[in-house]
């Protein structure tokens, strides 16, 4: 990068919907309505589901077994037949392996009123082990035919292999949470998993010889005392949970999820080589629980909902065809979760983005061996022709004839004082086409040159000539995104609506000489070029999971594109103007559409230390699939309008005389500007301002985010000095700067 930047409503109760993002989930259904309806599950023949609802409305106080004919196209209320006995409370039913029997813990042995529940004294989420919980078989009419276990503390959580042979739950009766199996009439209960923490939630892979659980395995002192001394209380808190693999003899234990927070509600994929799962752990702000799907060794993360707050406790149906989980969408009254059942279509394995990809394309451009990429240098040749060679791998045409170089000349100042300063360089783009025989193209971008040695001065560290700037951020992330694009978009099943031209810019460091050129002659190969997608500096994703998305002004449909396909957790700041400090403005000063996706600077842009071990490769994953999304949205829109756009409205950026010293965060969050970065010797260094710290004000000027951050400064000169506020881990400091 050149320089930083400033429910639908439903037509009848029963009518089928779906999300347009949510594309694995078709013929969405609402088969619950009202109160709390959760951990629905199929019997063996795929036409009955089980499930436990709390209902007070209609008198059902905590958690009982109902079971639902999924045979009816619509469902009421009225539709749900009670198969627990109505005492107590109960928790995690499953239908035995004749279909005529259903498997559920419960409490009515020990009491026929519901269970007091817990109640936090710290605000942390609890859940209630009850001890009373024992594991029964009841048949359809609710007539309990035999009791399991009967052993003192908890167990439950049972469910049964689809063999028919085997019951996997979960029980205190060794001290601890942990997993136990034994055969399906009872008999042979052995301990699987040992553990320190809460084994639970298991189920069988379709094979019947792997197990998929949560787990919260604490790791800290502190963290293992609370524990303990919750489950002395019957008490978990489930904040922290990874996903965990093991085969029914109890060896082979794997740890599948590393995110943090809570992932639960695990189930395999029919092909159990993925697991389906709910997750919190993209949340930045507030309650959000979105289903995801991994591979069962832990990569290619990708996200599977998109509606609501709440979406858990997925199940496969006997066939696969089918997925039922719990949701809090199009709820008629605050706290309502329902179940749904969708039609699952499976997601094109080319179409998912895949992180060994990623890295290695970030790893080669970014390494010591191409020097930095210095346009019109021996590495940027190197790199180019590693590009062009992934390129023709893909099987997709080169843009000029029959090659996929673009080479052109321009002259570069070395020294922006020294107007004799002025050399000849030449550079190259590598271009590709996916020709799709369609009358319309969408342009995807990023430039692939760096700074090379600093040997055009565009360093920001003091005297770095001859120091290697390998520019992993900026902008091999973005070359990585443009090339996972080229092959999911050439090598999946699907034929598009458009042709994609892959556009990969050299000289944009010296001013978006590559884009330029290419701009000029565009529509002489394709007239009708509906948007150009521009990605530079994607690789640092912060833990605030912040996007600056620009130019959407450019066309008035993308904002809602932009949110409607936001990944979980992204905080995303849309700019609405077309011009900016990369390649996209090429394009749209050629009256072209354009986005531009961002992740903002930090304090290794422009110098040596841009390295590979410091990309944030969950945030490039995710913001490649949302490109992918979007552009498959705009392929299929009608038309594509393209408007011209302002500098942002009221964000003119004024001129100012002085410099605080830092590197901002772009994202708008609303309470000041966040501080990527402090510059060591600059006025907020010596102040103690820190990375990290939130600025809300200087002196009598309010910060809300960069744009007033730059009006406060315009009103100082150099010498001035001024209180400044900040907000530091919540706590408010003013301190002294002179500027």
Not at 570 to 576: A, G, I, K, L
Not at 694 to 708: A, F, P, Q
Request: with cysteine; glycine share 8%.
């Amino acid at each position: 990068m050149t320089k930083s930047i400033t429910s639908f409503l439903l037509a009848s109760t029963f009518c089928w919907y779906g999300f347009a993002q949510e594309s694995n989930l078709k013929n969405l259904r609402q088969l619950t309505f009202g109160g709390d309806n959760a951990e629905a599950y199929f019997s063996p023949d795929g036409k009955n589901l089980t499930l436990q609802i709390t209902n007070p409305q209609f008198g059902i106080q905590c958690d009982q077994i109902y079971m639902l004919d999924l045979q009816k196209d619509n469902h009421t209320p009225e539709d749900l037949k009670l198969i627990s006995t109505g005492y107590g409370r109960t928790t995690c039913s499953f239908f035995m392996p004749d279909g005529k029997h259903i498997l559920y813990a419960s409490t009515h042995e020990g009491g026929h009123a519901c269970p007091t529940p817990p109640k936090s004294t710290d605000g942390k989420y609890l859940w209630a082990i009850y001890p009373e919980y024992d594991i029964y078989v009841a048949d359809l009419k609710g007539n309990i035919v035999k009791q399991l276990t009967n052993s003192p503390g908890y167990d439950a959580e049972a469910v049964v292999s689809p063999d028919g042979k085997k019951i996997v739950f979960t029980s205190t009766r060794s001290g601890d949470l942990e997993l136990w199996i034994m055969n399906i009439d009872g008999s042979e209960v052995k301990q699987l998993t040992y553990g320190l923490g809460y084994d639970g939630g298991a189920f069988f892979s379709h094979d019947s010889k792997k197990l998929v659980f949560r787990s919260s395995r604490p790791k800290t002192e502190e963290d293992i005392k609370e524990y303990k001394e919750l489950l002395s209380k019957n008490l978990v808190a489930p904040t922290e949970m990874e996903i965990y693999t093991i085969n029914i003899d109890g060896t082979d234990l794997k740890q599948v999820t590393h995110l943090g927070k809570a992932n639960w509600a695990p189930y395999f994929h029919p092909s159990d080589k993925k697991i389906i799962f709910s997750s919190n752990h993209h949340s930045t702000r507030g309650y959000d629980f979105q289903l995801f799907m991994i591979d069962t060794d832990g990569n290619n993360l990708r996200q599977i909902t998109w509606e609501s707050e709440f979406n858990a406790f997925p199940m496969f149906s006997p066939d696969g065809k089918k997925l039922v989980f719990s949701s809090n969408r199009m709820q008629s009254k605050p706290r309502e979760t329902n179940v749904f059942i969708a039609d699952w279509v499976d997601t094109d394995e080319a179409e998912i983005v895949n992180d060994k990809n990623l890295k290695q394309h970030i790893s080669y451009l970014a390494s010591d061996a191409l020097q930095g990429r210095l346009t019109g240098s021996e590495g940027e040749k190197k790199a180019a022709d590693y590009l062009a060679a992934e390129f023709k791998k893909l099987g997709l045409k080169p843009y000029n004839k029959k090659s996929y170089f673009q080479k052109f000349d321009y002259k570069v100042r070395l020294n922006p004082h020294d107007s004799t300063s002025v050399k000849a360089n030449n550079g190259t783009n590598v271009i590709a086409v996916l020709d799709n025989k369609a009358d319309r193209t969408i342009v995807i971008g990023a430039h692939y040159d760096h700074l090379g040695l600093n040997e055009h001065h565009h360093s920001t560290k003091p005297n770095s000539e001859g120091e290697i700037h390998n520019g992993a951020d900026d902008n091999a992330s973005g070359v990585a995104g443009v090339m996972e694009l080229a092959r999911m978009l050439s090598q999946n099943k699907s034929k598009e609506n458009v042709n994609y031209v892959f556009a990969l810019f050299s000289g944009e460091e010296d001013g978006l000489i590559g884009s330029k050129f290419m701009a000029e002659t565009l529509k002489e190969k394709f007239p009708k070029v509906i948007t150009m997608v521009n990605m530079d500096m994607i690789g640092r994703l912060n833990n605030n999971k912040a996007l600056v998305v620009g130019g959407v002004g450019t066309c008035p449909d993308f904002s809602e594109l932009i949110a409607k396909n936001k990944p979980a957790g992204f905080n995303v700041t849309e700019e609405n103007t077309g011009i900016g400090p990369s390649d996209h403005t090429s394009f749209y000063l050629k009256d072209i559409p354009v986005l531009f996706f961002f992740t903002g600077t930090h304090t290794d842009y422009h110098k040596p230390s841009d390295d590979e071990d410091k990309i944030n490769y969950y945030g490039i994953r995710a913001i490649v699939d949302y490109v992918f999304r979007i552009t498959d949205a705009i392929s299929n829109m009608d038309t594509v309008t393209f408007t011209k756009t302002k500098v942002e409205a009221g964000k003119k950026v004024p001129a100012y005389k002085v410099t605080l010293g830092i590197m901002p965060d772009y994202t708008d969050y609303g309470d000041g500007l966040h501080i990527d970065g402090v510059t060591d010797g600059r006025p907020a260094d010596k102040a103690g301002i820190q990375s990290g710290d939130v600025l809300t004000r200087i002196g009598d000027c309010k910060v809300k985010e960069v744009y007033s951050y730059m009006d406060c400064l315009s009103k100082l000169k150099a010498g001035d000095e001024r209180e400044v506020t900040v907000m530091r881990d919540g706590k408010e400091l003013k301190l002294k700067v002179v500027f």
